[in-house]
């Protein structure tokens, strides 16, 4: 089981590898990984699993986050209805690859985090606000989708980690909170 142990933080160098992509059929390692790494986001989302394991609560996290460099990342992004079950997305992506994007663009009102930066960095991160995505599952069926708003922005977040980019490389030096017209703002 993945816990905050498992997850290398900034300036291990797999941080900032390009991760390599999986073939199929999958390795059974490969597929656990993808489970374990889903595994942790319903853990960290679990306010009692969450508490015993001390985990902070994810909604994305990506194989080289846990020292893989491969192109691997689970995400749960919960339904922002509280009384519904269904989460808003949740898979496990494999060789996921953004096909096409909208050309207006969003970012999250209060910045990011990340679970492999132990320190705050103010600013606005620009992303795209829609994307079509394509990956394949586990069992190696191709997906295709269409995301926006913040699931579209965690996919992206997971995306540059398989890059090796990571949240703050997107942020303006000069001026961390300055928008161009036009720029969605996600609260
Ligand atoms: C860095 C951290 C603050 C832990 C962030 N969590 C988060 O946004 N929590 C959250 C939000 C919800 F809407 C519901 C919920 F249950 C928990 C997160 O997991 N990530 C993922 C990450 O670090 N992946 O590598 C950072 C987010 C910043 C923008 C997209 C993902
Ligand atoms: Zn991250």
Redo the contacts with the bound molecule.
């Keep these: 089981m993945i816990t905050m142990d498992d997850i290398i933080r900034e300036g291990r160098p797999t941080l900032r590898k390009v991760a390599k992509e999986v073939t199929f059929p999958l390795s059974e390692e490969e597929k656990n990984l993808g489970n374990e790494l889903m595994e942790f986001l319903e853990n960290s989302?679990d306010p009692q699993k969450a508490e015993e394991l001390q985990l902070?609560?994810?909604?994305?996290?990506?194989a080289p986050?846990v020292d893989v460099s491969k192109r691997i990342t689970a995400v749960l992004v919960?339904s922002l209805d509280p009384d519904s079950k269904e989460p808003e997305f949740k898979d496990v992506l494999y060789n996921p690859k953004i096909l096409s994007h909208s050309v207006q663009e969003a970012c999250?009102g209060e910045g990011?985090?990340?679970?492999?930066v132990d320190r705050d960095v103010p600013g606005y991160v620009v992303r795209q606000a829609r994307i079509t995505l394509r990956y394949y599952n586990a069992e190696g069926e191709k997906k295709k989708i269409r995301l926006k708003n913040y699931p579209a922005?965690?996919v992206q977040?997971?995306l540059d980690?398989l890059n090796g980019v990571l949240?703050y490389d997107h942020i303006n030096k000069e001026s961390p909170f300055t928008l161009n017209e036009g720029v969605l703002v996600i609260e």
């Design positions: 989302q902070r609560g994810g909604v994305g996290l990506a986050q919960p999250i990011e985090g990340c679970l492999s922005i965690v977040h997971e980690h949240f």
